[in-house]
Nanobody
């Protein structure tokens, strides 16, 4: 059974930081491109950051160097978010995309709220 379990969301003030974590099970980590997406109220889900197949990373333009995606050998993916802005308020989802079968898996999401 495939599971992607996010954690680390919460309520923070503008300018503060959060680190999101995603624990992955049930899939071969090495066969999937891992990424983070977000969905704000009334908006479509959008890419935040992701790994490419060659291990490089790509970021949405709105990240502007504030976020960093990383992963470890324990099948965890992280999103370090600094200098958070109210516009970053959204539900953040962990994503796994199999680059052979094109199967895509999603976590349940974790809420990030940036407000003073």
């Amino acid at each position: 059974q495939v599971q992607l379990m996010e954690s680390g969301g919460g309520l923070v003030q503008p300018g503060e930081s959060l680190t999101l974590s995603c624990v992955v099970s049930g899939i071969m980590f090495s066969l999937h491109n891992m990424g983070w997406y977000r969905q704000a109220p009334g908006k479509q889900r959008e890419l935040v950051a992701a790994f490419n197949r060659d291990g490089t990373t790509r970021y949405a333009s709105f990240v502007k160097g504030r976020f960093t995606i990383s992963k470890d050998d324990a099948k965890k993916v992280y999103l370090q978010m600094n200098s958070l802005e109210p516009e970053d308020t959204a539900i953040y989802f962990c994503n796994a995309a199999n680059y052979i079968t094109s199967n895509v898996y999603w976590g349940q999401g974790t809420q990030v709220t940036v407000s003073s």
